[in-house]
C-alpha cells in the first residue's frame, strides 16, 4: 500500500517528473501525458458518483479502482521480464466490463438514433466521462506508437468508454429518457 506523507517534493520544479521506475522524463512526455488523461477520466467519474446509488455506484467504485490501476500500469515502462513485475491491466478487467455492457445492454431498447449527452445528471456526467476515456484511449495508443504498452491496457480504456455509453443509457432510466439527435433539426 502507499503511504503519502508528503505531498510537495519539488522534484518536478524544472519539469521533469519519476515514472514507477525511477526514470526522469519532461512532463509532457507521452507516457505521462496519457496517464494524466486517465487520471481525468478518474476525476470525471467521482463527479458522476455524486449522483450514482445502487448497482451503477458500485461499478463506478470498481471502475475508478481499475483506472488507478491503469495509470500505474501506464506509468511504469513495459518490460517483458522485469525484476520486480509492476501493476498492470489484466484481462480478468476487460472481461468484467464486458460482462457488464452486456448485461446492461440486455435491458435496453435498440437506438435508432445518435444520444446526445443529457437526459439525467448522472447520464451526463457518464458521457462527459465517456469523451475523456476517448482521449486518454488516443494518448494512449499514440504513447503505444512509441513504446511499448501492455496490451490490455488498451483494451480496457477501448472497452471502458463503451461501458459508460451504456451505463449512460441505464442511467437515463434505461434509455428512456436518452437525448437523440434529430439530424438536421435545425436548419
Known amino acids: 500500500m502507499v503511504k503519502l506523507t508528503r505531498i510537495y517534493t519539488r522534484g518536478g520544479d524544472k519539469g521533469e517528473t519519476s515514472l514507477g521506475d525511477g526514470t526522469r522524463v519532461p512532463k509532457h512526455a507521452l507516457r505521462v501525458a496519457a496517464y494524466g488523461?486517465?487520471?481525468?477520466?478518474?476525476?470525471?467519474?467521482g463527479l458522476a458518483r455524486l449522483h450514482a446509488a445502487g448497482e451503477i455506484d458500485v461499478m463506478l467504485s470498481r471502475i475508478q479502482n481499475d483506472l488507478f490501476d491503469l495509470g500505474a500500469d501506464l506509468c511504469t515502462p513495459f518490460e517483458d521480464k522485469p525484476k520486480y513485475p509492476p501493476l498492470r491491466i489484466v484481462e480478468a478487467q476487460v472481461e468484467r466490463l464486458e460482462r457488464e455492457?452486456?448485461?446492461?445492454?440486455?435491458?435496453?431498447?435498440?437506438?435508432?438514433?445518435?444520444?446526445l449527452p443529457g437526459g439525467t445528471a448522472l447520464a451526463a456526467h457518464l458521457h462527459l466521462g465517456r469523451t475523456v476515456a476517448r482521449r486518454a484511449e488516443r494518448a494512449i495508443t499514440l504513447l503505444a506508437a512509441h513504446?511499448?504498452?501492455?496490451?490490455?491496457?488498451?483494451?480496457?480504456?477501448?472497452?471502458?468508454?463503451?461501458?459508460?455509453?451504456?451505463?449512460?443509457r441505464k442511467?437515463?432510466?434505461?434509455?428512456a429518457r436518452d437525448v437523440l439527435w434529430i439530424p438536421g433539426a435545425n436548419r
Open 147 to 168: 513504446e511499448s504498452v501492455n496490451d490490455a491496457a488498451i483494451r480496457y480504456i477501448n472497452r471502458l468508454s463503451d461501458h459508460l455509453f451504456v451505463l449512460g
Open 101 to 115: 455492457i452486456d448485461a446492461m445492454n440486455a435491458g435496453l431498447a435498440p437506438l435508432n438514433s445518435f444520444i
Open 37 to 45: 488523461e486517465v487520471d481525468e477520466a478518474n476525476a470525471v467519474l
Open 171 to 175: 442511467a437515463n432510466e434505461d434509455g
